[in-house]
Structures are given as structure tokens and as C-alpha cells.
């Protein structure tokens, strides 16, 4: 992977698995979203808020910590 991570918008990175997920997050007037997936185990976690200063990556990370028992 050349681009450092970075893939047509998508974070790419991978777990001490090394499992590989793809996150992106990003807002506009008033809302905020983060999303992040992983073909290898099958997650989707999207969160959607309509308050520019939710923190939705944080809950993504949240979430991810409470399905990945590894």
C-alpha cells in the first residue's frame, strides 16, 4: 500500500490480528459520521448524529471494543 493508509477516501490500517478495516468519518452542517468495516471479520459500524460535536469515531472505537473479543 503505497498511499499510507489512505485509499480513495478510506482510512486503511490493520488490528494485532492483522485484520484489515477501512474507516472514514467526516461532517457537514450539523451532522457527523464515522464508519468502519472489515471484510476479513465481517463488521459494519456506522454512526450518524445530527450534532457536529458528537464524537462518532470514539463511539465506533466503543463499539468495535465490544464485538472484538480477541
Known sequence: MGLNGYALGWNVSTNRNNEKFYQHGGGVDGFVSY???SEDS???IAVLANEE???SGA???NIMSLVDKD
Do not use: D, K, Q, S
Open 59 to 61: 463511539l465506533v472505537f
Open 35 to 37: 464508519i468502519l468495516r
Open 42 to 44: 465481517g463488521y459494519f
Open 53 to 55: 460535536e458528537f464524537p
